[in-house]
């Protein structure tokens, strides 16, 4: 029962830097997202794919790119990493309202 | 603007009593609302929610009310219990497909 997993679970850039955080879920729903936590903000939105073939902006979408690859799988990908990217990031999907998270990735960008 | 607020960062309550979170809303367009708790270094985890034809909805030790006119919402947790220490989020949403809005937390404490 793997529900929602995000790989890597720690990672460490360096400023202008690229990377994909992964993210897959095994339980055949349609939504998936992608939020960022940090310190007194909640979690805040930053892309979301209602439906395989389609993503949508949310909140906070400066900087990152997504792609929905196929029903399981929902990646982010920042093209050059900035500090104000250090967060831990949260994927999550849906088969209506209510979401299952995946354990996060803790991304440092020094 | 934040569309949803929780107000109180942190709350501690004594073992064996009621715990009231509280959470306040802006947007009108909100039909569903949901309370995640949340452990250090985990995803958060589904709790309760509640729809907005409704006004209470209850499970086990959880309560949520939902005061549509005032925009409030509150989650009660009776009697609490020390693992329930946790950051507790409320969110709400527009539509199914659209993202949760999420508060900022509140870390409870549970106090033997």
């Known amino acids: 029962n793997a529900g929602v997993t995000q790989t890597p679970k720690f990672q460490v850039l360096k400023t202008g830097q690229s990377m994909t955080l992964q993210c897959a879920q095994d339980?055949?729903?349609?939504?998936m997202y992608w939020y960022r936590q940090d310190p007194g903000m909640g979690l805040r939105l930053i892309y979301y794919?209602?439906?395989?073939?389609?993503?949508d902006k949310g909140e906070v979408p400066n900087g990152y790119n997504v792609s929905r690859l196929n029903k399981r799988e929902f990646s982010l990908r920042l093209e050059s990493a900035a500090p104000s990217q250090t967060s831990v990031y949260f994927c999550?999907?849906?088969?209506?309202?209510?979401?299952?998270f995946g354990s996060g990735t803790r991304l440092t960008v020094v | 603007d934040q569309q949803v607020k929780q107000n109180s960062p942190s709350l501690s309550v004594q073992e064996g009593r009621i715990s009231i979170l509280n959470c306040d809303y802006t947007?009108?367009?909100?039909?569903?609302f949901l309370w995640y708790k949340k452990y250090p270094a985990e995803g958060p985890t589904f709790l309760i929610s509640?729809?907005?034809?409704?006004d209470k909805n209850e499970d086990g030790r959880f309560t949520v009310f939902l005061n549509k006119s005032a925009k409030h919402l509150s989650l009660h947790i009776v009697p609490s219990q020390p693992g329930d220490s946790a950051v507790y989020f409320c969110?709400?949403?527009?539509?199914?497909?659209?993202?949760?809005?999420f508060g900022k937390g509140t870390h409870l404490i549970i106090q033997p």
């Open positions: 999550a999907s849906s088969p209506g309202y209510g979401y299952t």
């Open positions: 339980m055949n729903h349609n939504s």
């Open positions: 794919s209602a439906s395989e073939g389609t993503t």
């Open positions: 947007n009108s367009m909100f039909d569903y």
């Open positions: 509640i729809s907005s034809i409704k």
């Open positions: 969110a709400a949403s527009r539509s199914r497909a659209d993202g949760l809005t």
